[in-house]
């Protein structure tokens, strides 16, 4: 029997003649097959979508937001001191006492306290929300004996808003479960500050709203200040950068940069990946609260798929959606004894190369595609600044990055591919919601001081001008 180089005979090393309907898997499987010209094509179509994101005018009707975080630098060094850190994202929040090390070049989380949002908050007012947090955070304070000082804050607040300073961020609607009432269309900032100036036994200094991809990015840049990039692989996906201020439209002043915040998890959104599409992918999108962003569910509907194709019944259908298939630890073929086990299979050794074959090809796409998307934001930066080659830093975090076996390495060698051009080094961020946020503070607070000694100097040079002229004219 004649049999063809395929995925099918190198992932399961038999001849395809012994399984026939395995020729059926490949088939299903190829359409996740996504060659480097094909990722060459995805790369110039999100290209596309940065600059309509970018756009004053074709921003409201770009899939890719391109969102201005007001963050106008990364780390450089020389911040220090003590900052407050609030992560609010879910059912609980976490504050945190930062402080920035200068001579170690460390960011240490000197402690940090979890509290919990009770369901009658989160469906409750905004003034009760933002007092139960208030009153979270002098609780804090007193346990680390920090009262009497008036600490600047960085505020992680993961929900959607538009952002129109670095201070002030407006609440475009609750996510998650939240529902409080009084809130949507105002700037949560504003919120925060008079819930504190309500209790009267504490104030805060001042305050920077941070997204968590923003944070991550930051978080690395104190410890690699090359780091220009930000970037979550987890649930969803998201990426930062710096942009030049001259292409940002929507924001005034051309001189510098900003970090954007691309939310890059909506490209696509459009249509325009509709040719890479699969059939898999539509059923998800269809019957998902959040198309476009689980793996995991497309694994499930594949097996559901090749159950009848070549599987064993499965006593226990239901764990398909719960079974994690691409974080467990151990080897490919351990996993795939452990999800069938759960799923009730008594399998044989062919079911569990199934498993593991449907899951190294889905994240592999998943992997080319974030590559794709990286590749994007790396040849952009380096064409906006005219260099032939671009070193640059990207900081990473989100659970598919960190725990998956394969994904972190074939990402790094697909964007290794795509743009020879950029040597990119890859740094995990330590909490970027967290720590991130304080650096994001830290960094606002050195440029206001040196924008505030830079207009001392500048009135200073002006009155010896004057006297200097006073002294030429006696």
């Not at 395809?16 to 790369?43: G, T």
Request: glycine residues 8%; hydrophobic residues 35%.
């Amino acid at each position: 029997c004649e049999c063809r180089d395929s995925l099918i005979i190198t992932a399961f090393k038999n001849p395809c003649c012994v399984f026939p309907a395995l020729k059926e898997v490949e088939k299903y499987l190829e359409l996740f097959h996504l060659p480097q010209e094909k990722l060459k094509e995805v790369s110039a179509r999100l290209k596309r979508d940065l600059i309509r994101g970018l756009g004053k005018h074709s921003h409201h009707r770009a899939a890719v937001k391109m969102l201005p975080t007001f963050v106008r630098a990364t780390p450089d060094g020389t911040e220090k001191g003590d900052y407050l850190a609030l992560d609010l994202g879910g059912t609980n929040f976490r504050v945190l006492h930062v402080r920035v090390v200068e001579e170690q070049q460390r960011v240490l989380k000197m402690d940090s306290k979890i509290c919990a949002i009770p369901q009658e908050i989160m469906l409750g007012t905004g003034e009760q929300l933002f007092d139960h947090i208030a009153a979270c955070l002098s609780e804090f304070l007193d346990s680390q004996d920090l009262k009497g000082q008036t600490l600047p804050l960085g505020f992680t607040f993961s929900f959607p808003c538009e952002q129109k300073e670095i201070d002030k961020s407006i609440l475009i609607r609750w996510t998650k479960g939240f529902n409080c009432s009084g809130v949507e269309g105002r700037d949560v900032v504003q919120l925060l500050k008079e819930a504190i100036r309500r209790r009267g036994d504490y104030d805060i200094g001042s305050v920077a709203m941070v997204n968590d991809t923003v944070g991550t990015m930051m978080s690395c840049g104190y410890r690699d200040q090359s780091c220009e990039i930000g970037m979550i692989i987890g649930t969803g996906t998201n990426a930062c950068y710096m942009e030049e201020m001259k292409n940002v439209k929507r924001v005034e002043g051309e001189a510098g940069r900003m970090c954007i915040n691309t939310e890059w998890g909506g490209f696509g959104d459009d249509g325009s990946l509709r040719d890479i599409q699969t059939e898999f992918d539509v059923v998800v999108d269809q019957t998902s609260i959040n198309p476009v962003q689980s793996n995991n569910s497309i694994i499930w509907f594949q097996l559901l798929k090749y159950k009848d194709l070549l599987l064993p019944p499965f006593s226990n259908e239901a764990a398909l959606n719960n079974t994690r298939f691409l974080l467990q630890e151990g080897t490919g073929l351990e996993n795939g004894q452990n999800i069938l086990t759960e799923l009730g299979v008594k399998w044989d050794p062919v079911d569990v190369r199934v498993v593991r074959l449907v899951c190294d090809t889905i994240s592999s796409r998943s992997a080319r595609l974030c590559a794709a998307a990286l590749a994007t934001i790396a040849n952009r930066i380096r064409v906006n600044r005219g260099l032939d080659h671009l070193k640059t830093t990207v900081g990473v975090d989100g659970t598919v990055y960190r725990k998956h076996p394969n994904f972190s390495e074939e990402l790094q060698d697909t964007v290794r591919l795509l743009v020879p051009k950029c040597s990119i080094s890859f740094l995990v961020s330590e909490d970027g919601s967290g720590k991130g946020a304080a650096m994001v503070t830290a960094v606002a607070q050195r440029l206001a001081l040196q924008s505030r000694l830079l207009e001392d100097s500048d009135g200073e040079d002006e009155e010896v001008e004057e006297d200097e002229e006073e002294e030429e004219d006696k």
